[in-house]
């Protein structure tokens, strides 16, 4: 059995699960489309609304910064994996990881939400969350990470003392 992840964007398109899997969107917030791509949203292994406002804060000023992978920035900055780890020990959350566990046993299960790379997602550390005690059960990310390149920092030359001089700053 397999635990398979993947983004909106690419389920259906790019990525298509069997017949007899399960299909869940992990997402707090969904759109109406969410309801024909997946089997169900289960909201309670989304990350909790005061996560999700704090990474998604970070990463558009890292983007308004011009910086080359807001996403990391983010995710290091809001401490999101220790957190979204402790939000799936809660009663509620630890409850849905044992039924998601207990169908990966049985079945593929996919895990889909609006993220492209899995290694600034929450539903890679959830899908490793429910094959932690699973023997014989793997974890597939749709797309593989490692297919995606971070785009690289710009290669403009950086400013020195001098050019400021020159426009009016000294």
């Known amino acids: 059995m397999t635990v398979r992840t993947a983004y909106f964007g690419g389920l259906n398109s790019r990525f298509e699960p069997a017949e007899a899997d399960d299909v869940f969107g992990v997402v707090r917030y969904p759109k109406d489309f969410v309801e024909r791509l997946t089997d169900r949203n289960i909201p309670a292994v989304a990350p909790p609304a005061d996560l999700l406002e704090a990474f998604k804060t970070v990463e558009n000023a890292a983007d308004r910064n011009g910086d080359p992978n807001p996403s990391a920035i983010a995710w290091d900055s809001v401490r999101y994996e220790p957190r979204y780890l402790a939000h799936l020990e809660q009663p509620g959350p630890s409850l849905v990881v044992d039924e998601l566990r207990d169908r990966a046993r049985e079945r593929d299960v996919w895990l889909v939400c609006w993220e492209k790379d899995a ?22 990310h749709h ?17 020195s003392l001098a050019d400021f001089a020159g426009a009016g700053g000294a």
Do not use: G
């Open 143 to 159: 797309p593989d990470p490692s297919t995606i390149p971070l785009e690289e920092p710009d290669e403009s030359p950086e400013a």
């Open 119 to 140: 290694r600034w997602c929450h539903r890679r550390l959830l899908a490793n969350a429910i094959v932690a005690d699973l023997e014989d059960v793997d974890v597939v």
